[in-house]
C-alpha cells in the first residue's frame, strides 16, 4: 500500500496516466492549425478515405452520444473536411472525407506513427512485444 504521495508519483499506474496525458498534448497539436478541437481527430480518423461512415457508426468508433456527436459533424462539415452522402447510399446519415479531410487523415496518421516510433525506437523487438501485450492486459483488467 501506498503511503506517501511520492511514494504515488512513482507508481506505474500514475506514471502510466502521465505517458498518456503527454502523449494525448502531443496528438493535439496538429489539430490547432486546422482549428479542430480535442476529439475531432477521433473523427477523422474513423471515417473511411472514400467510402461512406454512418453516424451511428462513428458514434460507436468514437464513443460519443448521437446528440455530442452531430454538432462535431457539423464543424468539420463547414471546415469543409466531411462531405454528406445520398441516404440512398447507406442505411441513415453518413459522412465521407472530403479531399482536405483525406490529407488531413494522411498527416495525422503520419503524426502518430512518429509519435509511435519515437517512444519505441529504443527497445527491441522482444520488449516491444512484452510492453504491448502489458498495455493489452492493462487494458483488459481496467476495463472489467
Do not use: C, Y
Request: aromatic fraction near 4%.
Amino acid at each position: 500500500m501506498l503511503h506517501m504521495h511520492k511514494k504515488i508519483t512513482h507508481s506505474a499506474l500514475f506514471q502510466l496516466i502521465e505517458a498518456g496525458h503527454m502523449s494525448r498534448q502531443v496528438l493535439l497539436r496538429p489539430l490547432a492549425r486546422f482549428s479542430l478541437h480535442p476529439g475531432d481527430d477521433a473523427i477523422i480518423l474513423g471515417s473511411k478515405k472514400k467510402k461512406p461512415t454512418t453516424d451511428v457508426k462513428l458514434a460507436q468508433l468514437t464513443g460519443l452520444s448521437q446528440a455530442s456527436l452531430q454538432p462535431r459533424i457539423n464543424r468539420l462539415l463547414e471546415l469543409s473536411l466531411l462531405q454528406r452522402t445520398d441516404f440512398e447510399e447507406t442505411s441513415g446519415p453518413a459522412t465521407r472525407l472530403s479531399k482536405s479531410g483525406r490529407a488531413l487523415r494522411k498527416q495525422l496518421i503520419a503524426h502518430w506513427v512518429e509519435l509511435d516510433e519515437a517512444l519505441m525506437n529504443d527497445l527491441s523487438k522482444s520488449e516491444k512485444k512484452t510492453l504491448r501485450q502489458n498495455i493489452d492486459r492493462f487494458v483488459r483488467l481496467l476495463s472489467l
